[in-house]
């Protein structure tokens, strides 16, 4: 059974940073596609970052240059440094894992497994 278990959100002041962990079980992080997608109120899920068996990585324009995922295999977890945060950023951010298509993308409904999300709250 597959497991996807996200943490490190909270309220942050803008301009702060925070890193958001996802640890996985039941698949083996460094074989597969992982990714980071949020959720804003009213809004449409969006795909933040992905990282594939290989390291590659794969941002959204807006977030290139504040945001790096990364993942640990030994630990088999994946991670999203966040810096430069702004209320812009307020979302429910998910975990998001294995990709049914050949191309590591953000796309939402190209994974197959996800996490039950944590929140990150950015106030001015």
């Known amino acids: 059974q597959v497991q996807l278990l996200e943490s490190g959100g909270g309220s942050v002041q803008s301009g702060g940073s925070l890193t958001l962990s996802c640890a996985a079980s039941g698949i083996a992080a460094s074989s597969n596609c992982m990714a980071w997608f949020r959720q804003a109120p009213g809004e449409e899920r969006e795909g933040v970052a992905s990282?594939?068996?290989?390291?590659?990585?794969r941002y959204e324009d807006a977030v290139k240059g504040r945001f790096t995922i990364s993942k640990d295999n030994t630990k088999n977890t994946l991670y999203l440094q966040i810096n430069k945060l702004s209320p812009e950023d307020t979302a429910m951010y998910y975990c998001a894992a294995v990709s049914t298509v050949p191309l590591c993308t953000i796309i939402p409904p190209d994974f197959l497994y996800w996490g039950q999300g944590t929140q990150v709250t950015v106030s001015s």
């Open positions: 990282i594939d068996r290989n390291g590659g990585t």
